[in-house]
C-alpha cells in the first residue's frame, strides 16, 4: 500500500507532516530514503513538532548517530536515527540499535540503507522525492 503525500513549499510542511501522522498508525520504525539535500531532516523536525516535541529541540543527530525526544503532550520517546556515518550494520549493533527497535518508541531513521539488512520486517518505507519545480513528495510504502 502507497501513500502520497505533497510539499508545495517549505511554507506547508507542518500541514505535510500532520498528513503524514494521520497515517502513521500503530507502526513505530519509519525509514527516511532520499538523495542528499531532499528534506530528511528538515521533515522529520516538522514531524517532531507536530507530534510536540519543542521547536528547538530537535536536530540532525550526524555526529551523534541518535537523538532522543519527548514529546510534551504525550510524552511519548521519540528516537531520530542519522545513519549516514555507520559503514556497516556490525556499527549499529554496536550502538545497540535493536533495542531501539524492540522498546516500542518511535524511531525515525535517516539514511536505512546502511543497516537495510537488520530493519525490521514492519518498517514502514518513506520516500522523500524531489520533483523538477523543487516542491517534495513523501512516498510512505508498507508492505
Request: contains cysteine.
Amino acid at each position: 500500500m502507497e501513500t502520497v503525500i505533497k510539499i508545495e513549499s517549505l511554507a506547508n510542511i507542518e500541514a505535510a507532516a500532520k498528513e503524514f501522522v494521520a497515517h502513521m498508525g500503530d507502526d513505530t520504525v519509519f525509514a527516511f530514503y532520499g538523495e542528499m539535500g531532499a528534506g530528511k531532516t528538515t521533515f522529520i523536525n516538522a514531524l517532531c513538532r507536530v507530534l510536540g516535541v519543542e521547536d528547538d529541540a530537535t536536530s540532525s543527530p550526524s555526529f551523534s548517530i541518535v537523538n532522543e525526544y519527548r514529546s510534551d503532550t504525550t510524552a511519548e520517546l521519540i528516537y531520530h536515527f542519522d545513519l549516514y556515518r555507520l559503514e556497516n550494520a556490525e556499527e549499529a549493533f554496536d550502538i545497540g540499535i535493536e533495542d531501539y527497535f524492540d522498546s516500542g518508541a518511535l524511531c525515525l531513521l535517516e539514511w536505512p540503507e546502511r543497516i537495510e539488512d537488520i530493519l525490521p520486517f514492519d518498517t514502514v518505507k518513506v520516500s522523500i522525492v524531489v520533483n523538477d519545480d523543487e516542491t517534495r513528495q513523501i512516498v510512505i510504502t508498507r508492505y
